[in-house]
Structure formats: C-alpha cells, structure tokens
C-alpha cells in the first residue's frame, strides 16, 4: 500500500513537472504586445516579489543574493562608485551580469536594470569621454549637437553593460547662486525645452504614429533616459539646495514645466522626483503634481523613481518617521525608490503598509507595471546580459572629437579687453609667452566640473 501511495505521488509530481515546463508564459514571448507581458507577469507575481521591484540599492550593498533573496528590481551607482579604481568596461560588464545572474535565477526571472548618473557622458567610468555640462551645451543654442552627445552618451554606457541613466536633468535655473546651476542648460525655459532633443540621442528616434507617453527604447546601443529633478529644483527661494520653491500655478507651468511636456511626448522612460518643495509641500510628497499631473494629465507611462534617500527627507530630521515617508512617497505615486542602503527597512515598511491597508495594492500594481513596462521597452527581458560588443565605444576618438566640437560651441566671450577700441582677442600670432593663473589653471577635475570620477 506504502509503495502504491509513493508510486502514485512520483507519477503525479513527473505529470506537474511536465506540466509546468510546458506552460506557456505571454510575458516571456516578445511577439506579444507589452501591454499583454506585462499583465501576464504581475498577474503571477507575490507582493513580496512586486515590492521587490520597486527597490533600488546602491552597488557596494548589492550581490547576487541580495538581488535573489529580495527580488531586487534595479541597482546603481552612486557618485564615484565604480567596482575598482579605474575599472575597465569588462570589469562593469563582469559585476553588473553577477548581478544580473542573481536576478535570473529568481521564480520569475525577471531582470534588474542597472542605473548610473551619466549627466555629461559616461561620466562615472576611467576613460569615458567628458561633455562639456548642461550650462555650456545651452550656450551652443544647437540641440542637434546635443542629440549627437546623447547618442554617444549612450553608447559609452552600453559599452560598460548600463541600461539606464539619469540625464537629462531638464532644470530652470532662476538663480545662479545655486550650487548646481552647470547642470542646467538654461534660465530661459525655452531653451531648456529645446535642448530635450538630448531624449531622443539616448533613447533612439521614437517611430511615426507611437502612442505618447509610452517609454520607448530604440535597442542595444540606446538607454533608457530620466528626466530630472521633478520639478522646480531650479527655482528654489535664493538659489539653495533642496530649498522651497516659493511660484504660483501658471508661472510653475510655463516656467519650470515645459522641459517634462516635451520630454514625455519624445518617449523618456522615466522621471525622477526632485529633493525641492513647491509652496511648502516636498515634491517627494506631493500626490497632486506626481499623480494628478504628471501620470493623469500629462499622461506619462513610464516610472516615477525618487532621487537618493529622497524619501528620507520627507522629514526633518531625514529619516525621522520612517513609516510615514514610505506612505507618503509610494502614496504620492513614486514607484521605484532609490534607497540606496537600507533596503530591508524598506522593504518591510511598505510591506507591512500594504497588509495593514494603509496602501492600496491598486498602487503597488500601478508601480510594478510601469517598472515592467521600461524593462521589456529596453529589451531585458530578451538579452539580460550585457556583453563586450561595445567595449570599443568608450571613450572613442569620434565621441572625443563630439566634445571638442561641443566645448569650441560653447565658448562665450563676455568681455574682449579693458577697453573697446583695445581688443584683446585675437592675440598676435607671435605672442611668445602666455600666462594662464589661478586654481583652475592646471586642474583636471575642476576644468571637468562636478560628477566627474568622483
């Protein structure tokens, strides 16, 4: 009787098991539209493995198991954050596939994306060519020059494995005493809007007749784009950090707007949510612009991802009541969050938010669908792996010949000589000696600017 039962139970679980293997899943099947994949996969996902989705961590906590164990949805790089000192693209490519691996051998396999600041090339990697910044390309006035810098941004960052990058930051500077006015291309919004053609040179040209909105990535030698810092970051009371942006309604819209309506009709990916308030409310908090605007009015179907430890600073002290910066942020309708460290904590937050009721599953449907719908846009879901093909571009002496081009185009002559009638420029052709004085003389890293390396 004993044999009887264990013959019956192994002839059962052979018929599962073949079964199973022959089940046929939509969401692995890149003839089916995206729309169908991606319904097909969060119909048979847990919420531990959707909330998992909605976490990006730092590299230097990432392993294979991590990504396993928590269904890690993306990893990056923060500044300066690279696997070695002078690491070459094989060495990115070789960390970013382990990490990879891990996420393969999930119930799912549903892969990460791996997410870098890119916001003047490549510009975290040893070799990579350097663009001159946002503020020097807005005075070429040329966003077809910028398009051709995207492009090569692109490719420099396929050629290290990276997917995804975190440009173009599409701030209005309104006061120049803001610390991080280089990485705007313009106080004029106009101009701003103009140059989001940079959209197109890393994603790829969207076809004819492509619904707007939609995130579209053009295939492996383009990545996935972010529209940043979501919105108002530049316009700040006396040009401080992270500080209130104090504008009314229409002046938000035709002000510091604009960039983001252009940006989601070219097919950005994604839009990453600013650290600064408007009229007193943190944007990382703020349901009516995140949701009620951007994702209902504007339309935009692509992921809303929030910037490093932006949740934390929901509140002041950051990090103060944790719980309710998770609420208010996912509530808000932000669907990935760039942790970067502390994920367990995160994870378990909203978990236990979402099994008391205090956030609807509904959100965190919303959320992984938007995170599904950018990775079978980008092409993970079919070639997961990055590979040595691109290596070549990095740094390439077409992209280095692109730079010089752009920095000779951004050259601004404010002033020639003390005096009108005594021009300085254009020096003799026999001047013998010239003196070139001050701190940024002879240094590398300040003629680069900042997110350069380090």
């Known amino acids: 009787m004993a044999r009887t039962r264990i013959t019956i139970f192994f002839m059962g679980l052979v018929l599962w098991c073949c079964l199973t293997k022959a089940e046929y899943m939509k ?48 990893v990056l790089s923060g500044g300066g954050s690279a696997p070695s000192p002078q690491a070459s693209p094989e060495a990115w490519i070789n960390m970013i596939n382990d990490f990879q691996k891990g996420s393969l051998a999930t119930r799912m396999q549903i892969p990460m994306i791996y997410g870098i ?51 173009p930051c599409i701030a209005v500077c309104r006061d120049p005493r803001w610390g991080r006015y280089y990485e705007s291309y313009s106080e004029d919004p106009h101009l701003v809007d103009a140059m989001t053609e940079i959209v197109p040179g890393l994603q790829g040209d969207m076809p004819a007749k492509s619904s707007k909105g939609v995130p579209f990535v053009a295939g492996n030698k383009n990545v996935a784009a972010c529209a940043k810092h979501y919105v108002g970051d530049g316009g700040t009371t006396k040009g401080i950090n992270e500080n209130n942006t104090v504008i009314n309604w229409h002046d938000l819209l035709s002000i510091h707007m604009p960039g983001y ?27 009516d612009l995140v949701t009620g605007f951007l994702k209902n009015k504007l339309r935009f179907r692509g992921f809303v991802i929030s910037d490093w430890e932006g949740i934390d600073r929901i509140t002041y002290p950051p990090h103060a009541n944790y719980t309710y910066s998770i609420q208010a942020a996912i509530g808000s309708g932000i669907d990935m969050v760039m942790v970067p460290y502390n994920y367990s904590s995160f994870i378990d937050g909203l978990t236990f938010l979402v099994k008391n009721n205090f956030i609807p599953m509904s959100r965190i449907d919303d959320a992984v669908k938007r995170i599904l719908r950018v990775k079978f846009a980008v092409g993970l879901f079919e070639n997961p792996l990055a590979d040595n093909s691109l290596v070549d571009q990095l740094g390439s002496e077409e992209h280095r010949e692109l730079a010089r081009e752009a920095v000779r185009r951004s050259l601004v002559l404010l002033k020639n000589g ?8 254009p020096l003799p052709k026999k001047t013998s000696k010239i003196l070139v004085a001050g701190s940024h003389a002879d240094n590398l890293g300040y003629q680069c600017g900042g997110w350069t390396i380090e």
Do not use: C
């Not at 090339?121 to 995207?150: C, E, S």
């Open 261 to 287: 309506y252009t940006s989601i009709i070219k097919g950005v990916s994604t839009v990453m949510v600013s650290y600064s308030s408007w009229n007193g409310v943190k944007m990382h908090a703020n349901r």
């Open 27 to 74: 969401y692995k099947d890149p003839k089916q539209a995206v729309h169908v994949r991606t319904r097909d996969l969060l119909d048979r996902m847990t919420l531990e493995e959707k909330i998992g989705q909605m976490v990006q961590i730092e590299r230097s906590v990432a392993s294979a198991d991590v990504m396993n164990k928590y269904f890690i949805g993306s």
């Open 117 to 167: 600041d890119a916001v003047h090339g490549n510009n975290n990697v040893y070799k990579a060519t350097i663009f001159p910044h946002n503020i020097d390309l807005g005075a070429t006035r040329d966003p077809k020059l910028v398009k051709k810098i995207g492009a090569a941004t692109a490719l420099e960052s396929r050629a290290t494995g990276i997917p995804y990058v975190f440009a």
């Open 418 to 425: 003390h005096y009108a009638d005594q021009p300085l420029l």
